[in-house]
């Protein structure tokens, strides 16, 4: 493996609360600079595709809406035996993430993901719209917090930008 490490954001900003995975990752770019061994990817809804995404990656890791009990903008984190633990489940669209589908795959084609984890937030609604809900667009700032706190723990060196005055 070459270490080198994958965030990526899942989801459409067309679709309500859908689109944290990329507003996170917009954040990421606006407020720090990553060491050159971690690339920072919004994916968007890539479907079966993800898996073109993570191949190569020693380290991925996710950040979606996800379907799971509790309230909206609770904040989820799944390691790799957490995401193959959960039943797979019906593909109602070609935009469905597939993430467990996709690492199956890796793992068969022999180029498995050695360390991998979904950063999972519970959406209010995930229907057509370009913005957040409000409860989302309350915990916004916390949901950041916690990716980040997630990236410093896995071993991800945080720099934050430079602010320049005009």
């Known amino acids: 493996m070459n270490g080198r490490t994958l965030i990526g954001g899942l989801g459409s900003l067309v679709m309500g609360d859908d689109g944290i995975g990329p507003r996170i990752i917009a954040m990421l770019e606006d407020r720090f600079d990553l060491p050159e061994d971690v690339d920072l990817i919004d994916i968007g809804t890539p479907g079966l595709g993800l898996m073109s995404y993570i191949i190569g990656y020693e380290t991925v890791i996710l950040i979606d809406a996800v379907h799971d009990t509790g309230d909206p903008g609770d904040v989820r984190l799944y390691g790799k035996e957490e995401l193959f633990a959960r039943p797979l489940q019906a593909r109602v669209g070609p935009h469905d993430p597939a993430v467990v589908e996709s ?64």
């Open 103 to 166: 690492l199956l795959t890796a793992d068969m084609l022999g180029q498995p993901i050695r360390n991998i984890w979904l950063i999972g937030v519970i959406p209010q609604n995930t229907k057509l719209n370009t913005e957040m809900t409000p409860v989302l667009n309350d915990r916004l700032e916390p949901i950041f917090r916690f990716v980040v706190q997630v990236l410093e723990q896995k071993g991800i060196r945080l720099q934050p930008k430079a602010v320049f005055a005009d």
